[in-house]
């Protein structure tokens, strides 16, 4: 399975400490997504990093992507309480077809 | 608001009844998607649709029928199930072809519990 692993599964900082989280997968990958998810909602995408690249930036966002490691690490920086959230990984080697979803990072920011 | 709206957000259900989530996409894709989460465990894909033909079904039980009318629209019928179908449920869509960002957009999800 190429299904990613998020660690740590649980993350607790302050406001305005930053934040990283990993992610590992085991098979070959075209690209890699981050989404986040508030409580019992839906997800949401963050970010998407193809497998050409090795660095990323969308605002307080930084993702990186070792595809030797098979691993990508998704960086907050200058955490906020509204940051409070569930983070996923989700790794593509079908077009977009069948994302695989890893088992997520619960990330809680206090103020 | 991502454009994808799920009803009924909350569902309770015996293991006889019938049921159906509805899916409804204003964004103009053409694929869509039933996720599964349940509680410490990983998004489990359950079904594909792309321009209304199924192209995934990830060895999901028959007790989950799904139904894509068109490419706005999408069901999960549900009958016979058993508790640990307990869930939340998730629709997903993504405007594949030339434009594709790769990007899914989910609905807010039908919370199932299976009594």
């Known amino acids: 399975s190429q299904q990613g692993e998020e660690d740590p599964q649980a993350l607790s900082i302050q406001e305005g400490e930053n934040a990283t989280m990993n992610c590992s997968y085991k098979?070959?990958?075209?690209?890699l997504q981050w989404y986040r998810q508030n409580s019992g909602r839906g997800l949401v995408h963050l970010i998407l990093i193809r497998s050409n690249e090795r660095e990323k930036h969308s605002g307080r966002l930084r993702v990186t992507l070792d595809t030797s490691k098979k691993s990508s690490s998704l960086l907050i920086t200058a955490s906020r309480a509204a940051d409070t959230a569930s983070y996923f990984c989700a790794t593509d080697n079908t077009g977009f077809q069948k994302l695989v979803f890893g088992t997520g990072t619960r990330l809680l920011v206090s103020p | 608001e991502t454009g994808v709206t799920q009803t009924p957000r909350h569902l309770v259900m015996g293991m006889t009844n019938k049921k159906s989530l509805k899916c409804e996409q204003h964004l103009g894709h053409n694929a869509m998607y039933w996720y599964k989460q349940s509680a410490k465990k990983p998004l489990e894909l359950m079904f594909v649709y792309n321009f209304k033909e199924q192209t995934e079904n990830n060895s999901v039980p028959s007790r989950f029928s799904p139904e894509c009318p068109n490419s706005s629209h999408l069901f999960l019928h549900l009958h016979t199930l058993q508790p640990e179908d307990s869930a939340l449920y998730l629709c997903?869509?993504?405007?594949?072809?030339?434009?594709?960002?790769?990007?899914?957009?989910f609905g807010e999800g039908s919370r199932l519990t299976v009594l």
């Open positions: 997903a869509s993504r405007l594949s072809g030339t434009s594709d960002t790769g990007e899914l957009f």
């Open positions: 098979t070959s990958i075209n690209n």
